[in-house]
């Protein structure tokens, strides 16, 4: 069917917005990787916009060097990847059985899943829960406390539901075991919705700082979002030079820039990979029973 000329005159004002609207957003990161490669006196002076003024490198070079920041970058990295996996696995273990209406208690196990999406115990008895079981300043308080979403079971449960009860039969048929069939038939088939949960998880493990204020002490165990805050809100932090006034400058403002990207760009190389999946895994867990 063809559009008509006010249709397609409208259709580019849409498009033309949207693109305005995408470059808006990404005009923030342009402009800090732009500082990260830029002079200190070019920043100062205001010179620096989109495009690198006196373009160096060494502010990239002295982030990397710093042992600080390496380390939190591999702590936050570690975090990530544990504890992601151990929130998908976690999260079909629990949303399989949850999807089969001949389990008995399901539905009052599912309205307690439920209820801590409306309730939650609070800050510090959580934190006194993480004291008694002995997690303040381990790696693993990171992950433990937060290792299920509610939400997210809701999302695989739904997903799980949709998976055709003819397949599952086939395989018990077989011999195949209820463990079995979940892992050789309903989550190969359930990709989608795993990598929009691990996505959820993703973000959220590489973004989170406040589990690392109230939990961890050591300085060791810091994750890169609390030495970020240091650098950029308390302005502390390690990551500097003695060669040169210049290179003295650079500390200021470029090494700022530069920890910035550096802890962005992670994400930013996963994210577009899994971004489509978000609204599909989002609509699945709203239509769905």
């Known amino acids: 069917m063809r559009l008509t000329r006010g249709e397609q005159l409208f259709s580019i004002f849409i498009y033309v917005a949207l693109g305005l609207f995408a470059l808006l957003a990404l005009a923030p990161f342009v402009h800090v990787f732009a500082q990260s490669l830029s002079s200190h006196r070019a920043i100062i002076s205001g010179e620096v916009g989109l495009w690198p003024v006196e373009w160096s490198f060494k502010a990239y070079v002295e982030v990397f060097k710093d042992n600080a920041f390496t380390q939190a970058f591999l702590i936050s990295i570690g975090r990530t990847i544990s504890g992601t996996f151990l929130n998908v696995l976690l999260t079909c273990l629990l949303a399989y059985p949850l999807s089969k209406p001949y389990i008995r208690g399901r539905r009052y196990i599912l309205m307690g899943v439920v209820f801590t999406m409306l309730f939650g115990g609070g800050m510090i008895p959580t934190f006194l829960v993480v004291k008694s ?3 303040l300043n381990s790696f693993w308080a990171y992950i433990i406390p937060g290792a299920i979403s509610a939400f997210n079971v809701i999302i695989m449960k739904s997903f799980f539901q949709s998976v055709p009860q003819e397949l599952e039969e086939s395989a018990r048929i077989d011999g195949c075991s209820n463990i079995g069939i979940l892992f050789k038939i309903v989550i190969p088939l359930s990709m989608a919705a795993i990598a929009t949960i691990g996505l959820f998880h993703t973000v959220s493990h590489w973004n989170s700082f406040f589990d690392a204020v ?6 060791h165990l810091y994750p890169l979002q609390i030495v970020l805050r240091d650098l950029i809100y308390a302005d502390q932090t390690n990551i500097h030079v003695k060669d040169s006034l210049e290179q003295q400058l650079i500390a200021s403002e470029s090494l700022k820039a530069a ?8 994400i930013l190389i996963v994210y577009p990979f899994l971004q489509k999946y978000f609204v599909k ?3 699945i867990g709203s239509v769905k029973g």
């Open 281 to 283: 895994g989002a609509m």
């Open 214 to 219: 109230l939990y961890v002490n050591d300085r």
């Open 133 to 135: 079981v002995g997690l």
């Open 259 to 266: 920890a910035l990207f550096a802890s962005t760009l992670p």
